[in-house]
């Protein structure tokens, strides 16, 4: 969808990102933005690593 893209060109741009800045910067609630990532994460375009707050592309070769 159009917001997912969204917030994976966020991500592109600050890899260290957290879910209260996608919020300010697109106006959607916390859990709108939470369901979001999950649905990324679980069909393979963001996994986390390190703290909760940085991800990356697991099926792309732009590595954030």
């Not at 890899?15 to 979001?36: H, N, Q, Y």
């Amino acid at each position: 969808t159009e917001r997912q893209e969204l917030i994976l060109q966020m991500f592109a741009e600050d890899k260290s990102l957290s879910r209260e800045r996608i919020c300010e910067k697109t106006g959607l609630s916390d859990g709108t933005i939470k369901r979001e990532i999950a649905f990324l994460k679980k069909s393979g375009y963001l996994e986390r690593i390190g703290s909760l707050k940085y991800f990356l592309f697991s099926n792309s070769s732009l590595i954030l």
